[in-house]
Every structure is written in structure tokens, then in C-alpha cells.
């Protein structure tokens, strides 16, 4: 397939348009931190890099926003300047963080950027624009870089063939419904929407300031604690999931110490390709819902009281279309209207979110599981892997969770450093301290 087949605009879906308004509230930045046994071909990383755009053409685009017309534009470059930079250094994890607080314009900078980093060994750091694609396609784009690798080592002519008719819309899971199912999505929507509306819900005292002083706080969850949270969710009959939830929520509750009267609202997020044919989207995309728990604090409450509670409603939501009903812009337009006003009320949502005259809910987000099967490079072995969800701005926060063969890793990127470090660190090691109990159970 030539150059020239390869279209000059791809339309922006909805979900695209929507995440676009939210820069309001955080840097909508994703990453995959890669850590490898050896060293790889930097040469070779470089060319897998500029194939995998020619394998993905959006990934090449920038974003145009011109009023109610929104697409993704191709760049003439023949070369996307910073996509791909190598570095040695001796301090890899400064060098990592500088890379995660890195922002980046998806109107103006390469919506992917990589880099390698060397030192006895080499660590490969993945920048994607959450504008393009939600965790589940970041992982999709680890797994093509990979793929794009290896097949350079085979045969170093290698060309892949452009994604040219792949659905990135969420359109894609819409047509797994009919007309039936969409109306209970649609009863689901003013249910939870009713609930996100609620007042009185309480929230981590985190101090508005400075949205470029920007920090990340990265904690592992390494083998051991790992098979014992599985293990103790396994007894009780619940997912490794229910079990962070709950420790989560926890953890929130020992922080705030919140009237056992005024429930706390945790915001995370369900991937939709669970709807798709192999949970496979048609291209790189944003294919991600959001949804609601509800937990009042009880202070004399066991842990397993707690994940009773949580497992009850994550049951309940998992048989209610989980993701699809729990923000109407992101979601239902995209199914029954035609997508020219998301753009508009994300914008809005985002500064109601954002103006400190309203308790707003913490969110976490599971990233899922990187499947080391698909992140293969060849002659050299991936020894870690892991995401981090975007930085958002203070008052806000977003708790990331990603895991990796047999360990998780737990981040948060979040504003005004200096003052809200503390109180972060505080409550991801009250996480971890939740976790580890199980150790002694």
C-alpha cells in the first residue's frame, strides 16, 4: 500500500472529543514504563518506532479542533520530530520522572513520543496521548511496538500494512446491543447519573496551587503481597480487583475520617473491549467507561465487611452493562447521537470539577494486566512493566493500578507537589498496609 492511499484526516470520535475537553483537569498523558534483562538495538527501536505510526496512521496525526469540527489531521513531516530519543544515563528512575511530567499538546506534539533509556541495561519509556487512546489501547501500542520489533530482527526491509478500516468509534459497541439493551443503558444513565449528582460527598483535602508543579509517586506491589491478595480473594470469592477496591476505599476512610453519615464516591473506570468480539477494538483507541461505588464509612468494620459490601455492587454492576451508563458524555451520545457537542460539555464538566466550591470524588483506575506474552522484543527479556494514568489537577485525584506477571504496581500523579506529597504518600502506603495485613492472615 503506498504513502498516498493513507487519508489526510481521520474523523475524532466522540470519546476522542471528549477526553480532548478534559485537559482541563489533568495533562492526559498515559505511559508504559518498560524495563529490560539486557540491552536492545537502539537503531532497531528507532525504525520499530516510525513503523509502528505507518502501522497505526492516527497515531502520526495532531488534532484539529476548529469550533464543532473535530478531526485528526496527518502531519507532512516525513520525519515526526521527537518521537523516538535515545539516552545513557546512570540515573534511570530522575530520568523516568522527568519523562512522566513531561507534558505534551496533542494539537501540536507527536501523540506518541518514546524513549530509551541505557544504562547496564535498558528501560523504554512510552508517552501516548489519552486524547488517542485510553490504557487498553496504550497496552495495544506497547504490544505493536514489540511486534514491529521483532519483525525488523527477522527482516530488516520489514513494512506494515496500514490499519486503514479498523473502528476506533464507540460505535463498535454499540453495535453488540439492540434496541432492547439500549434501553436499559439508557436507564442506567439517568440512575447513575442521578447518583453523581448527589451532594455531601466527602473527599481527600488535597490544596489547589500551581498545575505545573507536578510530581508522581510509583509504589510496587511485588510477588509475594501480590499471590497473597489472590490467594485471600480466592477464599473469598471475590477478584483480585474487589480486593483493591476495598483496600482502596479503606485507605480513603482512615485519611478523611469522613461523618459515617456522608458517603464516600469512588469514580473508576471499566474497559469496553470486554463487549467486543476476543475484547479486541478494530484500531488504537479511547474504548473506556466510567461508573460509580458508594461506601459509607463504618469504623469498627472488618476488611472482609468491607469487600462484602463492595463485592454486592460490583456483582450488580458487572450484570448492568458495567461502563456503560456512568457518564453519559463519554458514553451514550457516542452510541444513539451524532458526536458534534461532546467537545462543548466535557469542557464544561471539567471546570465545575475544577473550581473548589464542590467536594469532588477521588478515582481510580485498573489498567489491567500487561500481557508479557504479547510484550516479546526478540533476543532480550522484559524484566518489568507498567502504566501510570494521567497527572490530574489538584483538587482532584486519580490512583492508577497496573499489573505485570505475578506483581502490581500502584502510581499517582498529581499537582502542587510541595503541599499534597505528603498526604498522597500517606494514603498509597495505608493502601499497601491494607494489602499486607493478608500476610498475617
Request: glycine share 8%; net charge neutral.
Amino acid at each position: 500500500m503506498t504513502e498516498k492511499s493513507i487519508p489526510k484526516r481521520f474523523p475524532a470520535p466522540m470519546n476522542d472529543q471528549g477526553l480532548f475537553g478534559g485537559r482541563f483537569i489533568g495533562d492526559m498523558l498515559i505511559h508504559c514504563i518498560i524495563s529490560f534483562e539486557g540491552q536492545t538495538d537502539e537503531n532497531r527501536m528507532a525504525e520499530a518506532v516510525k513503523l509502528s505510526l505507518d502501522a497505526e496512521p492516527v497515531l502520526g496525526c495532531r488534532f484539529v479542533a476548529q469550533g464543532w469540527r473535530m478531526y485528526w489531521e496527518g502531519r507532512t513531516d516525513s520525519y515526526i520530530p521527537g518521537i523516538f530519543s535515545f539516552m545513557k544515563t546512570e540515573n534511570i528512575e530522575e530520568e523516568i520522572l522527568r519523562f512522566l511530567l513531561t507534558p505534551s499538546d496533542p494539537c501540536k506534539d507527536p501523540l506518541v513520543q518514546v524513549l530509551l533509556l541505557r544504562s547496564e541495561s535498558d528501560s523504554l519509556c512510552i508517552k501516548v496521548s489519552h486524547v488517542v487512546a485510553d490504557a487498553g489501547g496504550v497496552k495495544d501500542y506497547a504490544y505493536l511496538l514489540a511486534s514491529m520489533y521483532r519483525n525488523l530482527g527477522d527482516n530488516p526491509g520489514y513494512r506494515p500494512e496500514p490499519n486503514l478500516n479498523g473502528s476506533r468509534s464507540m460505535r463498535q459497541v454499540g453495535r453488540q446491543f439492540d434496541f432492547t439493551d439500549n434501553l436499559r443503558i439508557l436507564r442506567r444513565t439517568f440512575r447513575d447519573l442521578k447518583s453523581s449528582v448527589r451532594p455531601g460527598d466527602c473527599s481527600l483535602p488535597l490544596i489547589k496551587g500551581d498545575n505545573c508543579d507536578r510530581t508522581f509517586i510509583i509504589r510496587k506491589i511485588h510477588s509475594d503481597l501480590f499471590r497473597s491478595v489472590k490467594d485471600y480473594g480466592r477464599r473469598q470469592g471475590s477478584t483480585i480487583n474487589d480486593v483493591l477496591l476495598t483496600a482502596v476505599f479503606r485507605a480513603f476512610f482512615d485519611i478523611i475520617e469522613p461523618d459515617p453519615e456522608i458517603p464516600l464516591r469512588l469514580v473508576t473506570t471499566a474497559d469496553l473491549r470486554r463487549f467486543l468480539p476476543a475484547k479486541k477494538a478494530g484500531a488504537i483507541c479511547n474504548l473506556s467507561g466510567v461508573f460509580s461505588l458508594q461506601m459509607k464509612h463504618e469504623p469498627e468494620s472488618a476488611f472482609e465487611d468491607t469487600l462484602s459490601q463492595i463485592c454486592e455492587q460490583m456483582n450488580f454492576i458487572k450484570n448492568d452493562f458495567i461502563g456503560l451508563g456512568g457518564h453519559p458524555i463519554f458514553v451514550l451520545p457516542s452510541l444513539l447521537f451524532p458526536p458534534f457537542w461532546g467537545l462543548q460539555l466535557a469542557e464544561q464538566m471539567s471546570r465545575i470539577l475544577l473550581r473548589g466550591d464542590s467536594h469532588t470524588p477521588p478515582g481510580f483506575t485498573n489498567m489491567g494486566v500487561i500481557d508479557a506474552k504479547k510484550l516479546v522484543f526478540g533476543g532480550v527479556n522484559v524484566s518489568e512493566a507498567f502504566l501510570t494514568a494521567p497527572v490530574v489537577f489538584s483538587p482532584l485525584l486519580l490512583i492508577g493500578l497496573s499489573g505485570f506477571r505475578e506483581a502490581m504496581t500502584l502510581s499517582a500523579g498529581f499537582c502542587n507537589a510541595g503541599a499534597n506529597k505528603a498526604i498522597v504518600g500517606k494514603l498509597l502506603s495505608r493502601i499497601e498496609q491494607e494489602l499486607r495485613a493478608f500476610q498475617c492472615r
